[in-house]
């Protein structure tokens, strides 16, 4: 059993079947992606893992818990972290207090801002928030107003707010929409430091195959709504049915 398990869902919007029958399991301490053309449900399926949507049927289960009709502060306490196409940080705010801010997360999910102005806390949690960016290499850039971070740096901030909360699977979805491919590259390379440093399970949703051969060990390939392929990325890359989907083969 994985340490995430999807099992038999389904969800309808109206008329249109998003996603059907759709079984997935994520083994633990593994990368695994998830492909598809574009309107295969990809995104549809993110959504059920985080409780975002609720399947019409089915079960979404991390550790052998239902994530299902969960608050997000609930998801994040059971051990997810989601990664957004656009990078979700407080752009007025400084590197450091945005990687501070998810220290003072209260169990109940509220915010409690004014704990920074604690003494008996300061000190604890700029260690902790001083350690995140040292291994997301933005040390130097600690005291960089977030709105002046390049697209990649935004993205790097974004794991580092993810990643002081001690996921044991993060999300990503498109991790490396709308980066130059220096970005991209070196985006990559941090998910492989962030994995071999802190055994993370790994859950990807991208269109850059690039990024996908680069990292995933499995990889699950949505067409309408419907699982196609579960494989390696070696058995993925010339499969007949893959190529049908995508109208040609990738290019790596």
């Given at each position: 059993?994985g ?27 593994t ?36 994530v ?8 994040n ?16 705010l ?33 260690a ?5 960016l ?35 699977l ?52 949505l067409a ?19 190529r049908?989907a995508?109208?040609?083969?990738a290019q790596?």
């Amino acid at each position: 059993m994985g340490i995430l398990e999807v099992k038999g869902v389904n969800k309808r919007f109206g008329g249109l079947q998003a996603l059907g029958d759709v079984n997935l399991s994520v083994v633990e301490n593994t990368v695994h992606a998830i492909i598809g053309p574009n309107g295969a449900g990809k995104s549809t399926l993110l959504n059920c893992l985080v409780g975002k949507l609720i399947p019409d049927s089915g079960s979404v289960l991390f550790d052998g818990q239902s994530v299902l009709g969960r608050k997000p502060h609930e998801i994040n306490q059971m051990g997810i972290s989601r990664v957004f196409q656009t990078p979700e940080i407080f752009a007025d705010l400084t590197v450091m207090e945005n990687v501070m801010i998810p220290c003072f997360a209260r169990r109940d999910g509220a915010f409690r801002m004014h704990a920074i102005e604690s003494v008996r806390h300061e000190g604890e949690i700029i260690a902790q928030a001083e350690a995140i960016l040292a291994d997301v290499n933005m040390v130097n850039k600690r005291d960089m107003v977030a709105s002046s971070l390049s697209r990649g740096d935004k993205r790097r901030l974004e794991m580092a707010m993810c990643l002081v909360q001690e996921p044991r699977l993060l999300l990503l979805d498109e991790p490396t929409a709308g980066m130059a491919r220096a970005d991209t590259n070196n985006t990559i390379d941090l998910l492989k430091e962030i994995k071999q440093k802190r055994n993370i399970t790994m859950c990807i949703i991208e269109h850059d195959m690039h990024v996908v051969f680069s990292l995933a060990e499995r990889i699950t390939v949505l067409a309408q709504g419907r699982p196609l392929v579960e494989e390696t990325p070696e058995n993925i890359k010339g499969h007949p049915k893959v190529r049908e989907a995508y109208l040609g083969e990738a290019q790596v």
